[in-house]
């Protein structure tokens, strides 16, 4: 899958160095460059790519400008890449891919290849059951049906209730008023808004158990329930704190940030 990809800033050497940096991934092929925002609709428009690394401060059309400038069509996935953190909560809205600072970091460059791989292989697979659903639709009614109905099942097979044995008595903790977790070794403490309880099991465990539409990690040793977050707040090296509902401030580290676009609109 070779992921086609435009290159936005007005500076040709800001160009040239990130030119550079994608050499070494075999699956990134730059199809074209833009000095400005306009030329940047223009070709985003005509030569549909799949990745757009976009600059923010240009002269004339920004980079936000140029997200809803093509609006209109399927939109390509966009990394913004900026010398000024203070865009950061922007970018989570436009669902940005990620937010790069200049001089783009070797590592951070791989992660975000790697997030586009699975954001794109995401949306061929939805692709792909969109058009399997509309052959049985046409050909295979019944068929149709149970695929949809298999739809609702996988999505009822995470946990509404989990027990937790704390200091000598068992709790019965419904899911939903999760507000947070956050591990200690084999340890999870969960926190409810008003209490908060110990249960013995790993991270890699318990996440299995909740709904990833709700709880996501938003730090190596944090979960987070999606539906209790009430405000982003930036802080500074890029990351952020989400406000739960009872007050509570919960750090997103920067490995996690592109959480906070699945609920910021």
């Not at 070709?43 to 600059?55: H, Q």
């Not at 980079?63 to 093509?70: D, E, Q, T």
């Not at 899911?175 to 008003?194: F, K, L, V």
């Not at 318990?206 to 539409?213: A, G, M, S, V």
Request: hydrophobic content about 40%.
């Amino acid at each position: 899958m070779t992921i086609r990809t435009l290159i936005v800033d007005d500076e040709k050497l800001a160009i040239q160095g990130l030119q550079l940096r994608l050499e070494k991934f075999e699956d990134v092929e730059v199809i074209g460059t833009c000095a400005n925002g306009r030329e940047a609709i223009r070709s985003i428009k005509t030569e549909k790519p799949d990745l757009v690394f976009l600059d923010i401060q240009m002269p004339g059309f920004d980079g936000f400008s140029v997200v809803k400038g093509v609006m209109e069509i399927e939109p390509p996935l966009f990394v913004f890449v900026t010398a000024f953190e203070e865009h950061a909560i922007r970018a989570f809205e436009a669902n940005a891919v990620n937010y790069l600072m200049k001089p783009v970091d070797e590592d951070k460059l791989a992660d975000t290849i790697e997030r586009v791989r699975v954001r794109m292989a995401e949306k061929r697979s939805a692709e792909e059951a969109e058009k399997l659903k509309n052959v049985l639709n046409e050909v295979a009614p019944d068929a149709a049906e149970e695929f949809a109905e298999g739809d609702g099942e996988s999505a009822d097979r995470y946990e509404k209730l989990i027990n937790i044995k704390d200091r000598g008595q068992i709790f019965r903790v419904e899911i939903e008023t999760i507000e947070h977790i956050e591990a200690a070794g084999d340890y999870m403490c969960i926190y409810t808004g008003d209490n908060s309880l110990i249960l013995r099991e790993t991270m890699k465990d318990l996440e299995r158990r909740l709904d990833p539409r709700k709880f996501q990690r938003v730090h190596r040793s944090t979960i987070v329930n999606l539906d209790q977050v009430r405000q982003v707040k930036p802080h500074t090296n890029g990351e952020c704190f989400l406000v739960l509902e009872s007050g509570a401030e919960v750090k997103v580290s920067r490995s996690y940030r592109d959480v906070v676009a699945r609920f910021v609109h």
